[in-house]
């Protein structure tokens, strides 16, 4: 099956570690995003990746970080100094950036207490 | 600029009526225009999508309408079901060259009454 996968799907961790998120996509897409979804809003832009081992900060990249080290893995580390990091993490990808349909995958809930 | 007014925040429907979700944009440069469809704890699934060189688009059950003069679109979403009970997204997203991307609404809660 082609798709996105994105682990865990919940993840909890206390306030000042690091946590990592994997997205992994068998879709053979170039483009890779990472969104942060809050209730009541829309989907806010992260980091998102061209191709390999290049990538470009979104709208609020601030406290998270980013790899493309290969073109089919977009891992998003949600660093201690992010703020506000409780939140409903989105990875897309696409066949080329902005051209056509983004394919999200199921989410990622993280929670620090 | 970059942003897209999505409207009404929450809509309750009966069953087999027509809902319908308003999106504006400011951004002239924009030139494609999805929507997508979220249940509770999934991501979301492109539902329908226009370019700006047609008015309208139907596929099924739902249906696009654009006004380019007026920077408008919205999703019609015939005999209305349950199972259409989700979160609506309209998204904008435009030329490369000049850094845009996707860009989202808030979102639109769909309640659809059996």
């Known amino acids: 099956d082609g798709g996105i996968t994105q682990s865990p799907k919940y993840l909890f961790r206390k306030e000042g570690q690091n946590v990592t998120l994997s997205c992994e996509q068998n879709?053979?897409?170039?483009?890779m995003y990472w969104y942060r979804q809050d209730p009541g809003q829309g989907l806010r832009l992260i980091y998102y990746?061209?191709?390999?081992?290049?990538?470009q900060k979104g709208d609020i990249a601030e406290g998270y970080s980013v790899s493309r080290e290969k073109k089919e893995s977009f891992p998003l580390t949600v660093t201690s100094a992010q703020k506000n990091p409780t939140a409903f993490y989105l990875c897309?990808?696409?066949?080329?950036?902005?051209?056509?349909?983004?394919?999200f995958g199921p989410g990622t809930r993280l929670t620090v207490t | 600029q970059q942003q897209v007014k999505q409207s009404p925040q929450s809509l309750i429907v009966q069953k087999g009526g027509i809902s319908i979700i308003n999106c504006a944009y400011e951004?002239?440069?924009?030139?494609?225009f999805p929507w997508y469809q979220q249940f509770p704890g999934k991501g979301p699934a492109l539902l329908i999508a226009?370019?700006?060189?047609?008015s309208e688009k139907k596929e099924g059950r739902f249906t696009i309408s654009f006004n380019k003069s007026a920077k408008q679109f919205s999703l019609h979403i015939m005999d209305s079901q349950p199972g259409d009970s989700a979160t609506y997204f309209c998204?904008?997203?435009?030329?490369?060259?000049?850094?845009?991307?996707?860009?989202f609404g808030p979102g639109t809660r769909l309640s659809v009454l059996p």
């Open positions: 897309a990808s696409s066949l080329r950036r902005r051209d056509g349909e983004q394919y």
């Open positions: 879709l053979n897409h170039d483009a």
């Open positions: 990746s061209q191709i390999v081992n290049d990538f």
């Open positions: 951004n002239t440069a924009f030139d494609y």
């Open positions: 226009i370019r700006p060189d047609v």
């Open positions: 998204a904008a997203s435009g030329s490369p060259l000049e850094g845009q991307n996707f860009v």
